[in-house]
Nanobody, 116 residues
Framework: QVQLVESGGGLVQPGGSLRLSCAVS????????MGWYRQAPGKQRELVAR???????YYADSVKGRFTISRDNAKKTVYLQMNRLEPKDTAVYYC??????????WGQGTQVTVSS
């Protein structure tokens, strides 16, 4: 059974940075396009960034130029470096497959709060 474990969230001031990690167990990780998603209170979950098995990336307009997604296939981990954080980035962040309608079971996510 595939397990997704997100970590690295926290409370940060506007303009600060965080690095999120997502460890994937129980699956062949390297073949999948992986994505970071976020869900703010009262809003639908949205895709923030994705990375293909070959390393091609896509970013939502709202985070382009501030966030960087990367992956380490040997460690079966996907990362999200978040810089110049803004209050609107406050959400629970999740990772999962992207460009695939069949998702893994969602993990618990990691809370990111941007506030002064």
């Amino acid at each position: 059974q595939v397990q997704l474990v997100e970590s690295g969230g926290g409370l940060v001031q506007p303009g600060g940075s965080l690095r999120l990690s997502c460890a994937v167990s129980g699956s062949i990780f390297s073949i999948y396009t992986m994505g970071w998603y976020r869900q703010a209170p009262g809003k639908q979950r949205e895709l923030v960034a994705r990375i293909t098995s070959g390393g091609s990336t896509y970013y939502a307009d709202s985070v382009k130029g501030r966030f960087t997604i990367s992956r380490d296939n040997a460690k079966k981990t996907v990362y999200l470096q978040m810089n110049r954080l803004e209050p609107k980035d406050t959400a629970v962040y999740y990772c999962n497959k992207a460009l695939d309608p069949t998702k893994f079971q969602w993990g618990q996510g990691t809370q990111v709060t941007v506030s002064s």
